[in-house]
C-alpha cells in the first residue's frame, strides 16, 4: 500500500500524512511498536506466572488469538508487512516472534519434565502454536465467512495443543512427531 492509498483511505491529505509521518517506513515503524508494545504490556499484566504451566500455555494461546481479534487490521498489516519491512524492523518483527517460540518452548519444556505433557519434537510444537495463534489474524475472513467465532477457534486451538503435547502412541506414529 502506497502512502497514497493510504491517506485516500484515511481521508487525509498527502500534507496532512507528512506531518505525522515522515514516510512508510516510520509509520510503519510505528505500527509495529504499537504492536508489540502493546501485546507486551497486556501479557505483562495479565499472564499467569510459571508455577502452572498448563495453565501459562493456555492462557497464552488465549491472549495471542483475543489479541489478534481485538487488533486484527493492525496484527495483519505487520503479519503482511514483515516481508518489506526495512531490515531493522524485520528484525525486530523475528525477534518478537522468536522470543514468543522460546517462551513456548520453555513451558513445553518444563511440562516435559514435570511429567504433564509428552511431546517428543518440542520445537516443532512451539512453532506450531505460534502458527496456529497467528492463523486467526491471516484467515480472520475465512472464519467470519464459516462463521467460527473467536471463542471456537481459542477452544480448537487449546484442544489440539493438548493433543500434541500428549499424544496417544497411534497418534505418534501418525503424525510423525518422534524425534
Avoid at 496532512?16 to 517506513?25: C, I, P, V
Avoid at 505500527?31 to 499484566?45: E, K, P, R, S, Y
Amino acid at each position: 500500500m502506497s502512502l497514497r492509498d493510504l491517506c485516500q483511505e484515511a481521508d487525509l491529505s498527502m500534507g496532512g500524512m507528512y506531518n505525522y509521518f515522515g514516510s512508510k517506513d516510520e509509520l510503519s515503524y510505528m505500527i509495529n511498536q504499537f504492536v508489540v508494545d502493546t501485546l507486551d504490556g497486556i501479557c505483562h499484566a495479565v499472564l499467569p506466572g510459571m508455577d502452572d504451566v498448563e495453565v501459562r500455555l493456555e492462557a497464552m494461546i488465549r491472549l495471542a488469538i483475543y489479541m489478534g481479534e481485538l487488533f486484527q487490521p493492525w496484527y495483519y498489516f505487520v503479519l503482511m508487512e514483515g516481508k518489506s519491512l526495512p531490515k531493522p524492523q524485520r528484525e525486530a518483527v523475528k525477534h518478537y516472534e522468536s522470543r514468543n517460540v522460546d517462551e513456548l518452548r520453555t513451558l513445553v519444556e518444563i511440562g516435559n519434565a514435570s511429567n504433564l505433557f509428552h511431546a517428543d519434537n518440542v520445537a516443532l510444537i512451539s512453532t506450531s502454536i505460534l502458527s496456529l495463534t497467528q492463523t486467526w489474524v491471516l484467515k480472520h475472513r475465512d472464519f467470519q465467512i464459516s462463521s467460527i467465532s473467536v471463542q471456537e477457534y481459542a477452544d480448537f486451538v487449546v484442544t489440539s495443543v493438548r493433543t500434541l503435547l500428549n499424544p496417544s502412541p497411534s497418534e505418534t506414529e501418525i503424525v510423525g512427531l518422534k524425534a
